[in-house]
């Protein structure tokens, strides 16, 4: 499957302040997915990225797809603590298959 | 709103032991994942099936098989568990490529 780097793998932050996680990859992309696990939690989709250079925006949550689709950004601005869990990032592999990164575990103290 | 449901949440099960973890999704959908999740090292994909009685091989399908009689389940099987297999196991469904949709898991202990 496709082989991506996700950094960090842990962060803890202060309510209130920013996060970002970053997905890299060594081959083009030809899209990208992002998902969210909350603590004792499944996976759940957040957003699919799929134009060079898309930004997208979920109120908080902004997600960034570079130019040579090679890379991937989620940024959280001012964290609460509902943003607790492990954010992935899942590059399309090969058929219909999705080979996620290892994820970023992010943690929010009040 | 689709639903996958794997029919444990907890199974302890004995080295040697023949053990199948059993996965449903009411959609309809094609295609069918089996996923483990470990520590540190995210998720991992075994197998993956894209159609009835079809199945492929993902990134760690070594120590399991995999059964799809009928479109909305997709079984996994351990031939022979072993305590290295001890894992949270994850099921997912998805149409082409739609979202993933993940079951709650079934957090498998082999001793």
């Known amino acids: 499957g496709q082989q991506v780097m996700q950094i960090p793998q842990y962060q803890h932050v202060q309510e209130g302040e920013d996060f970002t996680t970053y997905c890299n990859s060594s081959?083009?992309?030809?899209?990208i997915q992002w998902y969210k696990q909350r603590p004792g939690g499944h996976p759940v989709f957040l957003i699919q990225l799929v134009k060079s250079g898309e930004v997208k925006k979920q109120k908080r949550l902004t997600f960034q797809f570079g130019e040579a689709k090679k890379n991937s950004s989620l940024h959280i601005t001012a964290t609460q603590t509902t943003d607790v869990g492990t954010y992935f990032c899942?590059?399309?592999?090969?058929?219909?298959?999705?080979?996620f990164g290892k994820g970023t575990m992010l943690l929010v103290s009040p | 709103d689709v639903k996958v449901t794997q029919s444990s949440r907890y199974l302890v099960k004995r080295t040697g032991e023949k053990v199948f973890l059993e996965c449903v999704q009411d959609m309809d959908h094609e295609n069918m994942f089996w996923y483990r999740q470990d520590p540190g090292l995210g998720l991992r994909l075994i197998y993956f099936s894209y159609d009835v009685k079809m199945k492929e091989k993902g990134d760690i399908p070594e120590g399991y098989s995999v059964s799809r009689e009928k479109k909305e389940r997709f079984s996994l099987i351990l031939e022979s568990a072993s305590t290295n297999q001890t894992s949270m196991y994850l099921c997912a469904s998805r149409e082409g490529n739609s979202p993933l949709h993940f079951g709650n898991g079934t957090r498998l202990t082999v001793t």
């Open positions: 899942a590059p399309r592999g090969g058929y219909s298959t999705l080979t």
């Open positions: 081959t083009t992309l030809s899209n």
